[in-house]
Nanobody, 126 residues
Framework: QVQPVESGGGLVQAGGSLSLSCAFS????????MAWFRQAPGTEREFVAQ????????YYKDSVKGRFTISRDNAKNTVYLQMNSLKPEDTAIYYC???????????????????WGRGTRVTVSS
């Protein structure tokens, strides 16, 4: 069983930065894509960013392009999300996804394996 664990959330003022990390254990030989989602109160979980296993292609939600950067360290089974120029609307619980899902042309396509972390809270004050 694969278990992603997020860390790095917290409280930051608008315009500030935070860096999230997600490490996973368990089956580590399945060439997983890794992604970040978020869920604000009263809303559905939404895609934020993904980095693929193959070639490290990256995809971003339009509203975070130019502010967020996703990266990964395959040797450590870890994905990172560097968030700069944070806005109050970025406030949410951020979830890590590990598996074979893929973001393509504006939609998320779940894979045959999809594992979720429990989330880390990010609060951006105005």
């Amino acid at each position: 069983q694969v278990q992603p664990v997020e860390s790095g959330g917290g409280l930051v003022q608008a315009g500030g930065s935070l860096s999230l990390s997600c490490a996973f254990s368990g089956r580590t030989s399945s060439n997983y894509n890794m992604a970040w989602f978020r869920q604000a109160p009263g809303t559905e979980r939404e895609f934020v960013a993904q980095i693929t296993w193959t070639y490290g292609y990256t995809y971003y939600k339009d509203s975070v392009k130019g502010r967020f950067t996703i990266s990964r360290d395959n040797a450590k089974n870890t994905v990172y999300l560097q968030m700069n120029s944070l806005k109050p609307e970025d406030t949410a619980i951020y979830y890590c996804n590990v598996g074979h899902g893929l973001y393509y042309d504006g939609s998320w396509y779940p894979g045959t394996e999809d594992y979720w972390g429990r989330g880390t809270r990010v609060t951006v004050s105005s």
